[in-house]
């Protein structure tokens, strides 16, 4: 048994658990901690000629990951990992940022690649919900991108979007609001309209034999990320399993 902390560093947050860890089947045996930070990588990092995240966003990101270093270690942490996503996947100097993590702050950073994000956004729904093995949907909607993953004894569907939450936001207030500013609200119907076909024009580039599969019930849906556990549970009054109206698959927010 090892007390681990584990950081995700996101495109618009920071997060953090400290848990008691079993070696032998990688099960999280109990949880300490469990801490979510804004921290804005994306939004600085969208449409800088040098495609860059500034050094005043660097500054402020090596600060969290310190004071939330300090509490893990505080709450009993033995070993310290972080992985970094689309922002620092999308950055020239997001590799830098990891690299300055592992080095001066004492904590092993790597930057992951979208398919590795999607099969650990699997390990963890599965773990969190103690689903047994079988046939299994992970919708991972973060604040840069977004991955839909179909497992079975292997991965056999995978769905990589650049279109996460801060990206649609963005493109709602340039593209259809065409307003100067950083937030879309409030929001008209015939702008929520074209907003929703947007979405469904991203959603179309999904093979048509995936999508039959969604929505057949074969594979149960997990919903894993901020924008369904921040966002769209609480609109549907803490149901869970919630489903669309649209569709009969159960959604599972983990």
């Not at 953090?16 to 600085?44: M, S, W, Y």
């Not at 990992?81 to 997001?94: D, I, L, P, Q």
């Not at 493109?171 to 307003?179: A, P, R």
């Not at 950083?182 to 309209?193: H, K, M, V």
């Amino acid at each position: 048994m090892v007390r681990r902390a584990a950081f995700d560093i996101g495109s618009g947050s920071i997060k953090c658990v400290v848990a008691d860890v079993n070696t032998a089947t990688g099960k999280v045996v109990k949880e300490h901690l469990r801490i979510n930070v804004k921290a804005d990588f994306v939004e600085k990092l969208t449409g800088r000629a040098d495609e860059r995240i500034p050094p005043a966003m660097m500054a402020e990101g090596m600060t969290l990951m310190l004071q939330l270093k300090t509490r893990a270690r505080n709450a009993g942490a033995e070993e310290y990992a972080a992985v970094a996503t689309e922002a620092f996947r999308m950055a020239k100097n997001g590799r830098d940022f990891a690299k300055r993590l592992t080095e001066e702050a004492g904590i092993p950073t790597r930057v992951i690649g979208v398919d590795e994000e999607a099969l650990l956004g699997i390990v963890a729904a599965r773990l969190k919900k103690d689903i047994p093995k079988g046939p299994v949907a992970v919708w991972d909607v973060g604040g840069g991108s977004m991955q839909i993953t179909l497992i079975d004894d292997k991965p056999v569907f995978f769905y990589s979007s650049k279109l996460g939450s801060i990206p649609f936001k963005n493109l709602i207030v340039e593209e259809i609001q065409n307003k100067p500013g950083s937030s879309p609200n409030p929001i008209s119907y015939a702008e929520s309209d074209r907003a929703l076909q947007r979405a469904r024009a991203e959603a179309a580039r999904i093979p048509e034999k995936e999508k039959r599969r969604l929505s057949s019930g074969e594979f149960p849906v997990l919903g894993i990320g901020p924008v369904h556990n921040r966002s769209i549970l609480p609109q549907v009054q803490n149901k869970a399993p919630y489903t669309g109206r649209t569709s009969p698959t159960p959604s599972h927010p983990v």
